[in-house]
């Protein structure tokens, strides 16, 4: 059997931070011109920052915002799977999803170069923090922590705030992804000091790292961008950082996106790298699997 992990497996990866509208139309045409020009650049793997089909309506709780989420298949994967199929590439989406009345999911949808749906993942871990009530709009997901098989590899999709727990990503990685993908809309109150400001994006951005070096495989992490003011009138609104990158195996910077810009950037990963840092960081082999029960507890006493 020929030997998978001599092969050259590098991947061209194409990230698009945008800021948004209320207008649907709008914003999926913007993506599709950025889906259009990072594949022109030769992208295989193309990933949209979280709900990029409208503002993010989670600074509220609104019934009527219910009105936003779409049924899947529907227009909404009607419209990115002819997007992928058009543009060849493997895409990874965000949808305010309607699975039944009264039953909400935050969900990602990835497509497949030929249109197909290869398969969907929905949002596990759900805020309730001021400006960011996504537990009055979003049932946790129950598709578990499964890999997404595509033509380019095994994609491990996750959802925002899924992103700050390791179980996630190692899960993940357990499973077999080749590389973590988290959607993201995660911004700062402006009125927060600077000191405060920068303590939150640094986070972000080290704990993430922190799944790629603790895996032994890339990040790839995909903000929006832009103010967003609160419609309530009750907060300042939400600055939301941008700051998408992709990191390698070893937490390296492959790409780091601006704070404050749209920006389509193309970068690429080296899956045969992933194995080889594995092989010279061996944390899946000297897990101490035996003592590990606990993690299965809400707090050890």
């Not at 992990?5 to 698009?16: E, F, T």
């Not at 890999?147 to 994609?155: E, V």
């Amino acid at each position: 059997m020929e030997n998978m992990y001599k092969k050259p497996r590098k991947v061209k990866v194409g990230i698009v931070q945008h800021s948004f509208s209320d207008d649907i139309d709008l914003n999926r045409s913007r993506n599709l011109a950025a889906i259009s020009n990072l594949a022109e650049e030769g992208a295989e793997l193309i990933v949209l920052s979280e709900l990029h089909d409208s503002l993010y309506f989670c600074q509220t709780e609104n019934v009527d915002n219910f009105d936003l989420a779409t049924e899947l298949p529907g227009d909404f994967t009607d419209f990115y799977a002819e997007a992928a199929k058009q543009n060849g590439v493997v895409l990874v989406t965000s949808a305010f999803e309607r699975r039944a009345p009264g039953l909400y999911h935050n969900t990602a949808v990835v497509f497949e170069k030929d249109g197909c749906i290869a398969g969907m993942y929905r949002k596990m871990h759900i805020p309730d923090d001021p400006g960011f009530y996504e537990k009055f709009y979003f049932t946790p997901g129950d598709m578990g922590f499964e890999p997404i098989d595509t033509s380019i590899g095994r994609l491990g999709v996750l959802v925002c705030w899924d992103q700050w727990y390791p179980e996630a990503a190692r899960m993940m990685a357990l499973r077999g992804a080749e590389v973590l993908i988290y959607p993201t809309a995660i911004g700062w109150n402006p009125d927060d000091p600077e000191d405060e400001k920068r303590r939150q994006r640094d986070a972000w951005i080290t704990v993430q790292r922190g799944h790629a070096v603790a895996n032994g495989i890339p990040v790839i992490s995909v903000n929006r961008v832009g103010y967003e003011e609160d419609p309530s009138g009750a907060t300042s609104g939400i600055d939301f950082w941008g700051s998408s990158f992709i990191a390698g195996p070893q937490g390296e910077f492959i790409i780091e996106c601006s704070e404050s810009a749209a920006e389509e950037e193309l970068g690429e990963i080296d899956l045969e790298r992933s194995e080889n840092v594995r092989r010279w960081w061996p944390f899946l082999r000297d897990r101490r699997i035996d003592e590990y029960g606990g993690l299965t507890k809400r707090f050890l006493d």
